[in-house]
């Protein structure tokens, strides 16, 4: 695992993609994931001006974060930072698989055709509710080298998208649940209360 980490690293430098990390937890992670009621959660994230070796760093320490908490995406505002920022990593299993860094990502369309799936969030542990999304959006974004891309998303990878692009507006997947029912009953069963949630 290490040997093939180093290879990833060498390749990583050739082509300038510099986010990466080894895919394991830590004792101490670098930063503290905020939990449902916190203020920070509900605030609007600003737009990144430049990409530069600070954010770099920032991606790799949410990814740290990210990776301990056994979870596959997080956003800036999860960890009290207020800006437009995601990582992604739905293959935790192979290390030589990088993350998805997006900067500034935006929804250019999205499908007529929605899904009800399962979610969860490490900002509100433990609870899982069936949200309804669209089936598949196209987003714009800049990577972590500050480079404008593209791309089209859909099952897993697309929810988990648009998962993490609602925590740039103060918008947690609770808010988005229609089983009022189920809801209560999650959130209590988990020591969170509904007053924190904004039904949207």
Do not use: W
């Not at 990878?157 to 993490?164: A, C, L, N, P, T």
Request: aromatic share 4%; net charge negative.
């Amino acid at each position: 695992m290490a040997r093939s980490f180093a290879q990833l690293a060498r390749k990583a430098e050739k082509t300038k993609a510099s986010i990466l990390v080894e895919k394991e937890p830590l004792e101490a992670p670098p930063l503290d994931i905020h939990t449902l009621g916190d203020v920070a959660l509900r605030k609007a994230a600003t737009r990144i001006s430049k990409v530069d070796d600070t954010i770099r760093e920032l991606a790799r320490d949410m990814l740290r974060s990210m990776y301990t908490a056994k979870g596959i995406g997080l956003a800036a505002p999860q960890v009290g930072i207020q800006k437009q920022l995601l990582v992604i990593d739905i293959d935790h299993e192979t290390p030589t698989t990088p993350p998805l860094v997006l900067i500034n990502p935006e929804i250019i369309s999205s499908s007529a055709s929605v899904e009800t799936y399962e979610e969860g969030c490490l900002s509100i542990p433990g609870v899982y509710l069936d949200v309804v999304r669209p089936a598949s959006i196209k987003i714009s974004f800049r990577d972590e080298m500050g480079r404008p891309k593209k791309m089209n998303a859909d099952g897993l990878i697309g929810r988990v998208i648009q998962h993490e692009m609602d925590h740039l507006q103060g918008v947690l997947f609770v808010d988005r649940v229609t089983d009022q029912d189920g809801l209560n009953k999650e959130l209590g069963e988990h020591g969170f209360e509904t007053k924190d949630v904004c039904s949207i």
